[in-house]
């Protein structure tokens, strides 16, 4: 009977080979999941680096060197530039020299920064960011925004009013514009058409060649004006001229004389504008130095994270 007897095998190893396969299942779809993020993530970090590198090797330099040009640009062209009528009397000439000397000194200083980022990046940023701002500060003064501007500071607005209430200077500049001719043309061939459109007359013309129009005088001719019989002298007069304001002077109006040598040449708003059409071009250099500045102390900014960024990669 014990011989006869028959041993059943056992099945429980397939058992557990199954359950262990069904366990390692799982884990090996994990894995794979991770291996398959991972790979997603480094085309993109690999995308990332190549990009920071394109622009901190390329596409930020060349924008950078192109806007110095602009600085190259314009300095040469106030080199070359005509000097208006009777500014080397206020030595504006020496002054404009001055200021194109300057941007030629940027536009060396900024791509020697840009050739140099590599090797010594902090200290060219540093460099850029005090030239940049220092700019920054004479273009607003130049443009009239910055309120605290110094008054010897040339060719600011503050600056040319403490010279033309000079009599010493006022009194050169007036005996140039009369050299200069500033009314001959108006004298010998006075236009016809009355009112005069005074409004696309130079500002020199119109402030020393012709009485302020708040004097209510009539015309015989552009430069020989008479004072209306049933209206007296003004109480009081406002003109303007671009953004100068003067209220409750009538001294223009008496200053007037019908002589081609006297005219308006003692007016306020001779004065004035005299300083409107030597000041424009000083506004525009202002305006183009806040702009200039500002764009490259970003783009100076950007080169300077690409650059480090690059080397934090490298």
Not at 226 to 249: A, H, N, Q
Request: some cysteine; aromatic content about 10%.
């Amino acid at each position: 009977m014990a011989d006869n007897a028959q041993v059943v095998p056992v099945e429980e190893p397939a058992a557990t080979a199954t359950a262990t396969a069904t366990t390692t299942e799982p884990e090996e779809a994990k894995s794979s999941d991770k291996m398959e993020s991972q790979g997603d993530n480094k085309p993109r970090v690999g995308t990332l680096v190549a990009l920071v590198n394109i622009l901190a090797a390329g596409v930020l330099p060349i924008f950078t060197f192109v806007l110095s040009l602009t600085l190259l640009g314009y300095a040469v062209w106030l080199l070359y530039m005509r000097s208006y009528d009777c500014e080397d009397i206020l030595g504006l000439p020496r002054v404009q020299t001055l200021a194109s000397v300057g941007l030629l000194a940027v536009f060396v200083v900024s791509n020697a920064a840009l050739f140099l980022r590599r090797k010594f990046p902090m200290p060219a940023l540093v460099v850029m960011v005090v030239i940049l701002l220092l700019m920054l500060f004479i273009g607003l003064a130049y443009a009239g925004v910055n309120e605290m501007q110094s008054r010897r500071f040339p060719a600011t607005r503050m600056w040319f009013k403490l010279k033309i209430m000079d009599d010493v200077n006022w009194n050169n500049i007036k005996s140039c514009i009369y050299d200069k001719g500033a009314c001959n043309d108006l004298i010998y061939e006075s236009p016809n058409e009355k009112p005069y459109n005074r409004r696309n007359m130079p500002p020199i013309k119109n402030g020393c060649c012709m009485p302020p129009e708040t004097c209510n005088m009539d015309a015989i001719n552009a430069t020989f004006w008479y004072r209306r019989k049933d209206e007296g002298p003004p109480s009081s007069m406002t003109l303007m001229y671009g953004d100068e304001m003067m209220v409750g002077r009538i001294s223009d109006c008496q200053l007037w004389r019908n002589d081609w040598s006297i005219l308006c040449y003692d007016c306020r708003s001779c004065k004035f504008g005299f300083v409107r059409s030597v000041r424009r071009k000083w506004w525009q250099l202002g305006i183009f130095l806040i702009v200039i500045s500002i764009l490259l102390l970003i783009s100076h900014l950007l080169i300077f994270m690409a650059t480090f960024w690059e080397r934090f990669k490298g």
